[in-house]
């Protein structure tokens, strides 16, 4: 398995344009992850997903952030209208389970807004 | 307000045990203490995970008090390689409904 897929891996973009961030997660895990990691925040959950179900999307940040997950095989975090505090590396994560289970990360995507 | 803590920064020689210590008072009854590495530019990795006891496999092992408030990851035998920042990651029940969390990690230097 080629493990977790996100693309971009970087993505430069003016403050105000939308942004969408993609990951394919590994075969047959059925919880996706999204993680924000900033040097002031740390590593923060944003939202994640059972079966393609939003579980918990509390960590979403504000209504400029949304995520989905159409099918077991793909998910979009999508930001829009970008801003330059969003400037982050953005991670998805699948994994067997919610906790009981290792999550498997995939490489990130480094987002600059200027 | 539901908190997972760890020392910012530790280090060591090589050849020594580090031991990290994760403090997580409002740990969730069921969840898993779970600990990942990450390196620059790259996404955290998985060491270990434990309910309770005692956990070890070939890379650390996961000490878990009776009380289940902390959790402490020992890695024997430090090499030069396992530089890197080292988080915990639980799952709490604090004011509002169950939470993920990592903790702020611990930068670990190992110097020759």
């Known amino acids: 398995d080629a493990g977790v897929i996100q693309s971009p891996r970087h993505e430069v973009t003016e403050m105000g344009q939308e942004v969408t961030l993609r990951c394919k997660p590994i075969s047959g895990h059925d919880y996706l992850f999204w993680y924000r990691q900033t040097m002031m925040r740390g590593l923060e959950l944003l939202i994640y997903?059972?079966?393609?179900?939003?579980?918990?999307d509390s960590g979403m940040p504000e209504d400029r952030f949304s995520a989905k997950m159409p099918n077991a095989s793909f998910s979009t975090l999508k930001i829009q209208p970008s801003e330059p505090r969003d400037s982050a590396v953005y991670f998805c994560a699948s994994s067997l389970g919610q906790s009981e289970y290792e999550q498997y990360f995939g490489p990130g995507t480094r987002l600059t807004v200027t | 307000l539901a908190k997972t803590t760890q020392p910012i920064s530790m280090d060591s020689y090589e050849g020594q045990e580090v031991n990290i210590t994760c403090s997580h008072n409002n740990i969730a009854t069921n969840d898993y203490i779970t600990w990942y590495q990450q390196f620059p530019s790259q996404g955290p990795r998985f060491i270990i995970q434990g309910y309770k006891t005692k956990v070890t496999n070939e890379v650390a092992s996961l000490f878990i008090p009776a009380d289940r408030k902390s959790s402490t990851l020992s890695l024997p035998r430090v090499s030069l390689s396992d530089t890197a920042v080292y988080y915990c990651?639980?799952?709490?029940?604090?004011?509002?409904?169950?939470?993920?969390?990592f903790g702020s990690g611990t930068r670990l230097l190992v110097r020759p």
């Open positions: 997903f059972n079966n393609n179900v939003p579980i918990d």
């Open positions: 990651l639980v799952g709490t029940e604090g004011d509002s409904s169950y939470k993920l969390i």
